[in-house]
């Protein structure tokens, strides 16, 4: 079965303070790695896809890496805009078709 | 270009009763997804569809009931509303296999 485990739960930065999430899982067979970006009150909103291990996105001042058993959000210099919850979701080439595994984000708080 | 839109976003309903949660997408995608998120156990799938006339169960499907008789529309029905269904309840939708979900804004229930 597929799990997804982000870490941290919670993250307050500094404006400007540089920093990384964690997002950990297991499938069998990536068919594809995705980060969605959650405002409260409000559905998860596409950030990236990765599908294979090396492979690197950015947006801004977020950049997504990607490796065998995790993928990383590193946010650089962020700013009180960039405080939301990032989710992490995997599906797996043997997951049936509905479903993708969803971690149960890290919260992060940018503090001016 | 509305993408998904649910409605209604909020709603108290009382043990027993019933109600159609509604999903629209204006994308033309195949897949459609019911997601509930609970604080602590993150986005869990309800029911999904990969084409009109063509649903099946996710994770938690008691109590829930879904039918896609198009492709725009996937309706989620509550048969017989429990406290235990108080919940946000999320609609998606995506193009195909390894692509990201799109969301909607989500409907809030409270079962008194």
């Known amino acids: 079965e597929d799990q997804v485990t982000q870490s941290p739960e919670a993250l307050r930065l500094q404006e400007g303070e540089s920093s990384s999430l964690n997002c950990s899982y297991t499938?069998?067979?990536?068919?594809?790695l995705f980060w969605y970006r959650q405002d409260p009150g409000k559905g998860p909103e596409f950030l990236f896809t990765?599908?294979?291990a090396g492979e690197e996105k950015e947006k801004e001042r977020l950049k997504a890496t990607l490796t065998k058993k995790e993928s990383f959000l590193h946010i650089t210099a962020p700013k009180p805009e960039d405080s939301a919850t990032y989710l992490c979701?995997?599906?797996?080439?043997?997951?049936?078709?509905?479903?993708?595994?969803f971690g149960d984000g890290t919260t992060l708080t940018v503090k001016p | 270009n509305a993408g998904v839109t649910q409605t209604p976003k909020f709603q108290v309903l009382k043990t027993g009763q019933s109600m159609t949660l509604q999903c629209a997408q204006d994308m033309n995608h195949e897949y459609m997804s019911w997601y509930r998120q609970d604080p602590g156990m993150g986005l869990r799938l309800i029911h999904y569809s990969v084409g009109a006339g063509i649903t099946d169960q996710g994770e938690v499907p008691n109590g829930y009931n879904v039918s896609r008789s198009t492709t725009e529309d996937f309706p989620l029905r509550l048969l017989s509303a429990a406290p235990s269904q108080t919940s946000v309840y999320f609609c998606?939708?995506?193009?195909?296999?390894?692509?990201?979900?799109?969301f909607g804004d989500g409907t809030r229930l409270s079962i008194l």
């Open positions: 979701a995997v599906r797996g080439y043997n997951t049936n078709a509905g479903k993708s595994t």
């Open positions: 998606a939708s995506r193009r195909g296999e390894g692509q990201p979900q799109h």
């Open positions: 499938v069998s067979g990536l068919r594809g």
């Open positions: 990765l599908y294979s």
